[in-house]
């Protein structure tokens, strides 16, 4: 019998191949790079939503206090308003079509009486009436104590006193309501009125709700959309015309202001249309900072090139608007300066990034059946 020879178990060595850990280092790169990239990606869409949250709810503080302000409006023909219309002295005047400030005023101002609660510079109260003179401005002076308010918007709510018991409006009292026309939308054409014009019985009163100028400064005012940098507003008439003037051309070709030569006030108005730009705080950062270089603009400027509601580029005419033209305009000058630097047909630049953080609202307000 031959002799059985049991092999032995060869013991061999477990292990990858340079092939298989080449494979390996790859894979793992690939999804370290994805990972990267996935988490960039959601820091981003984070990063923009949290804009976009700053954004929203600043423009939803200023439209709900503006809508408890419309909504108490005084409409009568027997009381004056500072609005758009044909004579209006609060209006950049034609600064917008890429054409910067022009010395001019950027944005809107609007005053006009409300029932509303408003503040007094003394302690009377017994003369207290219930309306306020409520006025709304993007600042626009950038000296003293203003510069913290500087491409801000501001509301200012003005406790008035019954106009019976002071008839003398420029004594340091709160301030009276007169029920008459032309009392808030003072004529000036003088340097020594508050807005560069002659002085009359009530330039220096109401100057803070009808000037825009570095000595118009009221201490009713009060900052309510810090990173709203843009108003507009414009009407829709109770025939459905979108317009800038608070009446219909066609029905009154010489009409001058909402009181002269017909008593029209606002009755004409169905509803009030405000555009606003509101841009985060981190965005408004990256502007001013650039605005120190030469060829680029600020807050104000930035501002300047979102063009105004008119019928054409300058002093009106032209085409008829429609609804939503205003802020399609904006939009696409957002998107301009957000990919080129600057707006379109503008002569400043911005920084892009600055853009990204720039959103437009509006809204319309209905003035009811009066």
């Known amino acids: 019998m031959e002799p059985s020879f049991i092999a032995r178990p060869r013991h061999t060595r477990a292990g990858f191949t340079l092939a298989e850990l080449l494979v390996s280092i790859v894979v793992v790169v690939l999804l370290v790079f994805m990972f990267t ?88 109260v017994a003369e207290q009436s219930p309306i306020s003179l409520v006025a709304y401005r993007v600042n626009e002076s950038n000296s003293g104590q203003d510069t913290a308010r500087y491409g801000r918007l501001e509301r200012m709510a003005k406790g008035l006193r019954w106009n019976a018991l002071n008839n003398n409006p420029n004594q340091n009292a709160p301030s009276p309501i007169v029920f008459a ?17 002659t002085v009359g019985p009530w330039a220096t009163v109401w100057s803070g709700a009808i000037c825009n100028t570095n000595n118009s400064r009221d201490d009713d005012y009060e900052v309510i959309g810090p990173n709203v940098f843009r108003l507009e507003y414009y009407y829709i008439l109770k025939n459905g015309r979108v317009t800038d003037w608070p009446w219909d051309r066609f029905d009154y070709p010489t009409q001058l202001t909402i009181y002269n030569p017909v008593a029209l006030g606002v009755s004409q108005i169905q509803a009030i249309s405000v555009s606003i730009a509101v841009i985060d705080p981190a965005s408004r950062a990256l502007v001013q900072a650039a605005s120190t270089q030469s060829g680029y603009g600020d807050i104000i400027d930035l501002a300047a090139d979102l063009p105004d509601f008119k019928n054409s580029c300058g002093r009106g005419g032209g085409a008829q608007k429609s609804l939503g033209d205003l802020e399609n305009q904006w939009n696409d000058n957002v998107e301009s300066i957000a990919q080129t630097g600057h707006a379109i047909n503008g002569n400043k630049l911005y920084p892009r990034e600055g853009a990204k953080g720039i959103r437009i609202y509006n809204r319309y307000f209905d003035l009811k059946i009066w």
């Open 37 to 124: 990239q996935l988490m960039t990606s959601a820091s981003g869409i984070n990063r923009d939503e949290h804009k976009r949250i700053d954004t929203d709810t600043q423009a939803r503080v200023v439209f709900d206090r503006m809508a408890i302000d419309f909504a108490q409006m005084l409409k009568r023909t027997d009381i004056d308003y500072y609005i758009k219309q044909r004579i209006y002295k609060g209006h950049g005047n034609g600064h917008g079509c890429g054409q910067g400030r022009n010395n001019d005023l950027s944005s809107d101002q609007i005053a006009f009486y409300s029932q509303v609660p408003g503040y007094y510079s003394s302690n009377i």
């Open 181 to 197: 026309t032309g009392q808030i939308d003072n004529t000036c054409t003088g340097a020594s009125c508050p807005c560069n014009g």
